[in-house]
Nanobody, 120 residues
Framework: VQLQASGGGLVQAGGSLRLSCAAS????????VGWFRQTPGKEREFVAA????????RQADSVKGRFAISRDNAKNTVYLEMNNLKPEDTAVYYC??????????????WGQGTQVTVSS
């Protein structure tokens, strides 16, 4: 599975963005998909994940109530709706496939990330 993240940009604090993760490959619907983010000098951190069938989701505490993850398997696409953005959300966002929403260390096939910048 190959992944491509898009939808990033520059937004003011309190604003919203929707990221998309487009996948190629027939087995996309068999995998959980996760969003992760990374800032310079820091390790990549988990943001949110969704199960293969879309029935289960998980978010990091730092984004609960602000970010929502969803997927459309017919379009081979996963979305990350980000609301009430904060400057600390500034990062490069990546999507990846994995075994389940709780096994974050199994995620891989990292696509090219998309930059999100939140100004104060």
């Amino acid at each position: 599975v190959q992944l491509q993240a898009s939808g990033g940009g520059l937004v003011q604090a309190g604003g919203s963005l929707r990221l998309s993760c487009a996948a190629s490959g027939r087995r996309f619907s068999s995998y959980a998909v996760g969003w992760f983010r990374q800032t310079p000098g820091k390790e990549r951190e988990f943001v949110a994940a969704i199960s293969a069938d879309g029935g289960s989701t998980r978010q990091a505490d730092s984004v609960k109530g602000r970010f929502a993850i969803s997927r459309d398997n017919a379009k081979n696409t996963v979305y990350l709706e980000m609301n009430n953005l904060k400057p600390e959300d500034t990062a490069v966002y990546y999507c990846a496939v994995g075994l389940s929403v709780v096994l974050t260390k199994t995620f891989g096939s990292w696509g090219q990330g998309t930059q999100v910048t939140v100004s104060s």
